[in-house]
T-cell receptor
Framework: DVKVTQSSRYLVKRTGEKVFLECVQDMDHENMFWYRQDPGLGLRLIYFSYDVKMKEKGDIPEGYSVSREKKERFSLILESASTNQTSMYLC?????????????FGPGTRLTVT | DAKTTQPTSMDCAEGRAANLPCNHSTISGNEYVYWYRQIHSQGPQYIIHGLKNNETNEMASLIITEDRKSSTLILPHATLRDTAVYYCIVALGNKLVFGAGTILRVKS
């Protein structure tokens, strides 16, 4: 089974702190994604990566950056956390094969910024 | 990406088939239909996807109309553990856009 793990289930940070959210997948997937999920807004794509050191902006990249130094690991960075970044953050991965675009999600990190 | 329309919520009796509809009238010829679900406090889980033909796997069946403007996800024997939000997504490639989904409540 594909396993996507995220470094923390719950995280509390203060405004202005630099925050790192880590995601690791164990199935050699080329693609990795970061989403945030908020009530009434659904899941929104922040960034995705289709290869090591490659990244593309999603729909809401402002205030975030990402890093992918190894194939299995994709990090989301909040350079200076703000209260409006309080949310559930979900990581996902997928293969790049044709017809195999299904994404596998981690359990999520609930981040609270105070 | 094409937009989808799903009912806000549905109820289903345990052991019966759950049929979840989705309208995607603006779907383009090469866009796939994906279904995911999200059980409370967990990440979304892939269920099934298809292009034109009906598909079946160990979790569910996907019925796509001939004009591809709508589809139905079928859970053949719903259990209490199938209670979740079900998302119908139409997409080309990797970029998925999740809508509000359908809350399916399976009742004993």
């Amino acid at each position: 089974d594909v396993k996507v793990t995220q470094s923390s289930r719950y995280l509390v940070k203060r405004t202005g702190e630099k925050v790192f959210l880590e995601c690791v997948q164990d199935m050699d997937h080329e693609n990795m994604f970061w989403y945030r999920q908020d009530p009434g807004l659904g899941l929104r794509l922040i960034y995705f990566s289709y290869d090591v050191k490659m990244k593309e902006k999603g729909d809401i990249p402002e205030g975030y950056s990402v890093s992918r130094e190894k194939k299995e690991r994709f990090s989301l960075i909040l350079e200076s956390a703000s209260t409006n970044q309080t949310s559930m953050y979900l990581c996902a991965s997928s293969l790049s094969e044709m017809l195999r675009y299904e994404q596998y999600f981690g359990p999520g990190t609930r981040l609270t910024v105070t | 990406d094409a937009k989808t329309t799903q009912p806000t919520s549905m109820d289903c009796a345990e052991g019966r088939a759950a049929n979840l509809p989705c309208n995607h009238s603006t779907i383009s010829g090469n866009e796939y239909v994906y279904w995911y679900r999200q059980i409370h406090s967990q990440g979304p889980q892939y269920i099934i996807h298809g292009l034109k033909n009906n598909e079946t796997n160990e979790m569910a069946s996907l019925i796509i109309t001939e004009d591809r403007k709508s589809s139905t996800l079928i859970l053949p024997h719903a259990t209490l553990r199938d209670t979740a939000v079900y998302y119908c997504i139409v997409a080309l490639g990797n970029k998925l856009v999740f809508g509000a989904g359908t809350i399916l409540r399976v009742k004993s």
